[in-house]
T-cell receptor
Framework: NAGVMQNPRHLVRRRGQEARLRCSPM?????VYWYRQLPEEGLKFMVY????????ESGMPKERFSAEFPKEGPSILRIQQVVRGDSAAYFC??????????????FGQGTRLTVV | AQTVTQSQPEMSVQEAETVTLSCTYD???????LFWYKQPPSRQMILVIR??????QNATENRFSVNFQKAAKSFSLKISDSQLGDAAMYFC?????????FGKGTKLSVKP
């Protein structure tokens, strides 16, 4: 059973370009969470998705950021018109049910986005 | 948890000794969960231990245990018999429904 797969591991974009980060959850997991980690900081929640639904996007910036988790395929975190401040590590986690109580969520290894 | 505070940016322990990492939190929720995660240089986030807030008994996982003081909103991690492989960043986190709040982390060094 492969773990949570994120790709690419490293992504370099010029200012103004678009960044697409992919997350394939563990087999059987239908809940996906995206977090962002700035240098020297802890992870900050961005969005929680189930298949075809956004459950909680309270941590998503209002502009340029969007996320989806289609019925088929990986979850995508999309950042339009990237700026230097978007440079960070972006982590995805997945769980088979709502992440609470006896349910463990597993993290991917993250995508390090660098905006030049 | 709405806020999670780790007051120790760095800690050091001698191999085979015991070390305690501190964490305090603040929340208005009645149903929440607390976690300790380990992040080695590979950046992988690894769950160390988990505590349900409604359980009074402190969670234990092999050499790792927590001291959960609900009234004081404290959730410290104790690592016994420290090993070189324990060296990493440790993050305390809390919340519910997948929306976790993370502390800024404590960098743990283990001296041989």
């Amino acid at each position: 059973n492969a773990g949570v797969m994120q790709n690419p591991r490293h992504l370099v974009r010029r200012r103004g370009q678009e960044a697409r980060l992919r997350c394939s959850p563990m087999k059987g997991h239908s809940h996906v969470y995206w977090y962002r980690q700035l240098p020297e900081e802890g992870l900050k929640f961005m969005v929680y998705l189930q298949k075809e639904n956004i459950i909680d996007e309270s941590g998503m910036p209002k502009e340029r950021f969007s996320a989806e988790f289609p019925k088929e395929g990986p979850s995508i975190l999309r950042i339009q018109q990237v700026v230097r401040g978007d440079s960070a590590a972006y982590f995805c986690a997945s769980s088979p049910r709502d992440w609470a109580g006896d349910t463990e969520a597993f993290f991917g290894q993250g995508t390090r986005l660098t905006v030049v | 948890a709405q806020t999670v505070t780790q007051s120790q940016p760095e800690m050091s322990v001698q191999e085979a000794e015991t070390v305690t990492l501190s964490c305090t939190y603040d929340t208005s929720e009645s149903d929440y969960y607390l976690f300790w995660y380990k992040q080695p240089p590979s950046r992988q986030m690894i769950l160390v231990i988990r505590q349900e807030a409604y359980k009074q008994q402190n969670a234990t996982e092999n050499r790792f245990s927590v001291n959960f003081q609900k009234a004081a909103k404290s959730f410290s991690l104790k690592i016994s018999d420290s090993q070189l492989g324990d060296a990493a960043m440790y993050f305390c986190a809390g919340g519910s429904q997948g929306n976790l709040i993370f502390g800024k982390g404590t960098k743990l060094s283990v001296k041989p």
